[in-house]
């Protein structure tokens, strides 16, 4: 038995990124990360500031707790963090629990580690930082990581940069040329995660303004650009 320290469990609500956006979704959040990304929108899964919320509770009480949450309200559960890649059996353990249910597992993770029970995920998005994130992007590992999950034979992987600037829009560009036969979606930069309120317009804007940079572009006929719809909806609140 393999427990794994969680966060917070919410939902269910609508996944906002990447290659599933607009599904239901239980979330899952796991505690700890191997990054600092300056922006992160969830630093309370590594700061410390929320050390006192971590449960660690084995694969089978995740899934009791979402039924208890959610009831048969949800056929899809997104794990997140900090960095679920980070988690070993404990992960491999639940993500079977969900299978055996019916239940379609998706990991958000960045990239920096690999784990076997990656070729089990239904929906694997990875999400390899930018500059401004002010981490090092480690290519080896990332290259591994994609190669393994082609070897795989499994569609079921998809690359998702986030872009602040014109230094960001060059990384996901070089992360393009690197992987064009890997989906790629591009996703705004939220560049003030404490703000109170409405911030769909601020969000908004930093969306047409990427908008136009892929418009202009002939190297970036392939990719999606997407807003994170649930910051448009629900703004900066968090479990949502
Ligand atoms: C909080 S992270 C957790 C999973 C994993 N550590 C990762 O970064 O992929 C989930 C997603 O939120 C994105 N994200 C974090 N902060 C953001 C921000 N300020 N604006 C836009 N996306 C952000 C990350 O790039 C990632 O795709
Ligand atoms: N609704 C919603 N969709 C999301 N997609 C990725 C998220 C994440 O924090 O990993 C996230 C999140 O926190 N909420
Ligand atoms: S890798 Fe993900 S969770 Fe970790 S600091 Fe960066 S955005 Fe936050
Ligand atoms: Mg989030």
Not at 30 to 36: A, I, L, P, V
Not at 128 to 144: A, H, I
Not at 171 to 199: C, F, M, S
Request: net charge negative; charged share 20%.
């Amino acid at each position: 038995m393999s427990k794994i320290p969680v966060i917070e469990m919410f939902g269910p609500t609508i996944q906002g990124e990447g290659a599933v956006i607009g599904v239901k979704t239980m979330f899952v959040r796991t505690y700890g990360c191997d990054y600092r990304c300056s922006w992160c929108d969830s630093a309370f899964t590594w700061d410390g500031t929320a050390k006192d919320k971590v449960t660690l509770l084995e694969p089978e009480a995740i899934l009791n707790g979402l039924l208890e949450l959610a009831g048969n309200n949800f056929d899809n559960v997104t794990i997140s963090g900090g960095n679920p890649a980070l988690i070993g059996e404990g992960m491999a353990e639940l993500i079977n629990l969900l299978h055996a249910r019916g239940i379609r597992a998706a990991i958000e993770t960045q990239g920096s580690r690999w784990q076997d029970w990656f070729c089990d995920v239904d929906v694997l998005t990875i999400s390899p930082k930018p500059p401004s994130s002010g981490m090092v992007t480690d290519w080896d590992m990332l290259d591994n990581i994609i190669d393994r999950m082609r070897d795989s034979g499994r569609e079921t992987c998809s690359l998702k940069v986030v872009v602040f600037d014109t230094v960001d829009y060059q990384y996901a560009k070089q992360v393009h040329q690197r992987y064009p036969w890997v989906p790629l979606y591009l996703q705004p930069g939220n560049e003030d995660v404490t703000e109170e309120g409405d911030i769909s317009a601020r969000l908004l804007a930093r969306l047409e303004w990427l908008f136009n940079l892929v418009i202009a572009d002939p190297g970036m006929n392939q990719v999606k650009v997407l807003p994170q719809l649930h910051a448009l909806i629900w703004h900066n609140k968090r479990g949502k």
